[in-house]
């Protein structure tokens, strides 16, 4: 599985708290199945919740809801076409510690296909596994571009978007 990394490596480089204290951001997979279609093809897709925790997070909601929108805009678009997933796709829970502080839990639906192909030159049964990557929808930011969150007159985050 990708996805969780790549969501880590989002999370850190847009909330600057998270790099100094990485083991703020704890980062799980509930859920999980393996689903294969039945075909001769040794490909499947993963699907699980990624669930995403943040300890005593003392920055605002936005600054993790805006990064993690669009890391899922870029990671797993089609959620956002239908209704009915549009509604499951992203659930959050927070604790609040003190008036500065919350726990924060935020869990995500998420699928992973993988494909196996036939690696060349190789004995009969070497496959190549390849984690295929979802499409850009139409419209998307194909350019890198920095993003910025503010709240009024408070930067909350910001990041370096790249597309794939």
């Given amino acids: 599985m990708d996805k969780p990394s790549k969501l880590r490596d989002t999370l850190t480089n847009a909330?600057?708290?998270l790099k100094t204290n990485p083991e703020k951001l704890?980062?799980?997979?509930?859920?999980?199945?393996?689903v294969h279609s039945g075909t001769d093809a040794l490909s499947w897709?993963?699907?699980?919740?990624l669930r995403v925790l943040l300890t005593d997070f003392a920055g605002h909601a936005d600054a993790v809801m805006a990064p993690l929108v669009m890391w899922m805009k870029t990671h797993q678009p089609e959620v956002f076409?239908?209704?009915?997933?549009?509604?499951?796709?992203?659930?959050?829970?927070?604790?609040?510690?003190?008036?500065?502080?919350?726990?924060l839990q935020v869990d995500l639906q998420l699928t992973e296909a993988v494909l196996s192909r036939a690696r060349p030159n190789s004995p009969p049964g070497a496959l190549n596994l390849i984690h295929k990557e979802e499409q850009?929808?139409?419209?998307?930011?194909?350019q890198a571009e920095r993003w910025e969150v503010?709240?009024?007159?408070e930067q909350l985050a910001r990041w370096d978007y790249a597309p794939r």
């Fill in 150 to 153: 503010w709240l009024r007159d």
């Fill in 81 to 103: 076409d239908n209704p009915d997933t549009r509604e499951k796709a992203i659930r959050f829970e927070a604790e609040f510690l003190n008036s500065g502080a919350v726990d």
């Fill in 15 to 17: 909330l600057p708290d």
């Fill in 136 to 142: 850009p929808r139409p419209l998307t930011i194909l």
């Fill in 26 to 34: 704890a980062i799980f997979v509930v859920g999980g199945r393996v």
């Fill in 45 to 49: 897709e993963y699907r699980y919740s």
